[in-house]
């Protein structure tokens, strides 16, 4: 995996395609959506419009000019005549900024950004016959709380995996199996610890406490009370002083752990890949036994896309099992589609990543958008994400 890839993710987007007659201005009024937007939905795709604007998670849409042998979009190009544009995406909230702007498709997203797109009437509802490569996607990606509402799916997935903890092998010994590690006052690595700067790392210390202090009785830490809700901001306050430096970009993270600044701590197995392909440290990456947070990706298109042909041919190709087994791989995460494990290069790269083991994928905390009405059915008494940023504001001071 090579070094410049950190330095140089300007990419496109990707490769073959679904040809339909037809023009997508042809839309259907979406189905149950509990008080969303109505955004219509596409019912045909036509011809590609000659170009594509999407904000993408870096690695996601690879030209070639990262690593030659890295191209899922030059092929895109070539069969639809979509012309594709990308913009890096840096974090969740970045991107849901973009994507008000009015100037892209589409977008790659979190589950921490999609729920937002959805209720501000930013992403339309997803024909997912339309999308012929949608049919063989994992069962257990679909129709979830973080890419639909009611009965309508609002994405198509295209990846998943942990938040995991990453340590510096040298630095860190023995190997950490819990999150304690990183969040009690007592550990070794004060000074040297960092952490994920986004509101949404309020999970990761709910979750640990949903084990350390079963007494609040967390159930989904995305779901939480004023009483759950503050143990977890106390305890992010207690670890602030711990921090070496916080990290958004996955670049900064990169570069503080190649430089030892940092030892441990949550990171994308991206990350993980980035530090020991670039030589100067070595890392590993564990899920400890209290379980992690997670994302499952989600690709969106924008409520006013200027080209909705060429998303649509642009979704139906980045989860063929082809390509999607590209991305993968390049990125670090389990494919959405269940065909891609016969394409991987590393032929036990499936089973490394769970990509086909339903049972692993519920163990992971998936990013939802915080809502007042609790996502574990308890009513509206749960913060929403507006509390969750201001108190994110008030833990790092």
Request: glycine share 8%; charged share 20%; proline share 5%.
């Amino acid at each position: 995996m090579a070094t410049k890839r950190m330095l140089k993710l300007v990419a496109l987007a990707a490769g073959s395609v679904l040809v339909m007659a037809g023009c997508s201005s042809n839309t259907a009024e979406p189905t149950d959506t509990s008080g969303v937007p109505n955004v219509p939905m596409a019912t045909e795709v036509g011809d590609g419009e000659g170009e594509l604007n999407i904000v993408v998670w870096a690695g996601y849409a690879e030209d070639g000019s990262t690593d030659p042998a890295v191209d899922w979009v030059t092929p895109f190009e070539d069969a639809t005549g979509c012309q594709v544009n990308v913009k890096i995406g840096n974090t969740s909230d970045e991107m849901v900024t973009l994507m008000k702007s009015g100037q892209y498709d589409g977008v790659s997203a979190s589950g921490d950004a999609t729920l937002r797109l959805i209720y501000g009437g930013d992403v339309a509802p997803v024909n997912t016959d339309l999308v012929p490569n949608y049919a063989t996607i994992a069962d257990f990606l679909k129709k979830r709380e973080w890419n639909s509402v009611g009965d309508q799916m609002y994405g198509v997935p295209h990846g998943w995996g942990a938040n995991i903890l990453m340590y510096n092998t040298a630095e860190v010994t023995p190997a950490p199996t819990s999150w304690s590690t990183v969040f009690e006052a007592n550990s070794p690595y004060a000074g040297k610890i960092t952490a994920y700067d986004s509101p949404i790392y309020i999970a990761d210390a709910a979750l640990y406490l949903k084990t350390a202090k079963p007494e609040l009785g967390i159930t989904d830490p995305y779901s939480l009370d004023e009483t759950q809700f503050n143990a977890a901001v106390d305890l992010l306050k207690q670890q602030k002083a711990m921090i070496g430096s916080y990290w958004a970009a996955y670049t900064d993270e990169v570069a503080s752990f190649g430089q030892a600044s940092n030892v441990i701590g949550t990171a994308w197995q991206i990350n993980a890949n980035l530090i020991n392909a670039e030589g100067k440290v070595a890392v590993d990456g564990v899920i400890p036994t209290e379980g992690a947070t997670g994302w499952s990706d989600t690709w969106m298109i924008a409520a006013n896309a200027a080209h909705p042909n060429c998303m649509y041919k642009w979704m139906d190709h980045i989860v063929s099992p082809e390509v999607n087994a590209q991305v993968a791989e390049w990125f670090g995460e389990a494919p959405s589609q269940t065909k891609a494990c016969d394409f991987t290069a590393d032929k036990t790269f499936c089973d490394t990543y769970h990509a086909l083991d339903a049972d692993y994928a519920s163990q992971i905390s998936y990013w939802t958008t915080p809502l007042a009405e609790c996502l574990d059915g308890r009513g509206a008494i749960c913060k929403d994400y507006s509390a969750w940023t201001q108190a994110w504001t008030e833990i790092k001071g």
